[in-house]
């Protein structure tokens, strides 16, 4: 069975701040792709950031990072420098490399105040 | 950057009726998708399409659910007969390469009366 659980319903922060938000994982694939998205205000669902689990190193992209932590089945979002903008519906997904199917969790809601 | 067009982006229909919901994905893209989403809620997975076919479909892709794509032209959703529960917004999403997180459509929102 494959389950991906976000425990944070909502997050609000002061802008220039960094945030994390949560994700954990059930997969019993040894080999698995793990998303983060988020769906803005309009409904738009944009691609932000993805971690392989072969890779130990933790993935990068301008303020995302990750904070992969395998043997917990943890794949936290990390954005560093929150602006206003950054308000929206983080999903974290999962992909197990044995299917094609993509399993989000439930998202958390991140609201970033002046 | 490329993008996945899906039409129309809202669609009123009355209980019973066929409906089908156009995507047009990137054009170099082989792997297709449809999730469902209800309320901004999770968004859940209906089924997946590779070289003309179903490759899998979750629970939710009841017998009254169908997908094509026939000569590379729009990937379609057709719901025949609609009920009240498929009410939500479908988002179609595409992949080059099955490892790669698709592009997700701006959605299109259902609504079944």
């Known amino acids: 069975a494959q389950k991906v659980t976000q425990t944070q319903t909502s997050i609000s922060v002061v802008e220039k701040t960094t945030v994390t938000m949560d994700c954990v994982y059930e997969?019993?694939?040894?080999?698995?792709?793990l998303f983060w998205y988020k769906q803005t205000a309009s409904g738009e669902i944009v691609f932000l950031i993805r971690?392989?689990?072969?890779?130990?190193e933790n993935a990068t992209v301008g303020h995302y990072s990750l904070n992969f932590q395998k043997p917990k089945s943890s794949i936290g979002l990390i954005i560093t420098a929150t602006q206003i903008e950054d308000s929206a519906v983080y999903f974290c997904?999962?992909?197990?490399?044995?299917?094609?199917?993509?399993?989000f969790g439930d998202g958390t809601q991140l609201v970033v105040k002046p | 950057g490329p993008k996945v067009l899906q039409i129309p982006s809202h669609q009123i229909i009355d209980m019973g009726q066929m409906v089908t919901l156009n995507c047009d994905p990137v054009?170099?893209?082989?792997?297709f998708y449809w999730y469902k989403q209800i309320l901004g809620q999770q968004m859940e997975f209906l089924v997946n399409?590779?070289?003309?076919?179903?490759?899998?479909k979750s629970k939710l892709f009841k017998d009254q659910f169908s997908v094509e794509r026939p000569d590379g032209s729009y990937f379609t959703l057709k719901i025949q007969p609609t009920a009240l529960e498929d009410s939500a917004v479908y988002f179609c999403?595409?992949?080059?390469?099955?490892?790669?997180?698709?592009?997700f459509g701006e959605g299109t929102r259902l609504s079944v009366l």
């Open positions: 997904a999962m992909r197990e490399y044995s299917n094609n199917r993509i399993f």
């Open positions: 997969t019993r694939d040894s080999s698995y792709f």
């Open positions: 999403a595409s992949s080059l390469h099955n490892n790669q997180a698709p592009l």
């Open positions: 399409f590779y070289n003309g076919k179903v490759m899998e």
């Open positions: 971690q392989d689990s072969y890779k130990k």
């Open positions: 054009s170099n893209h082989l792997y």
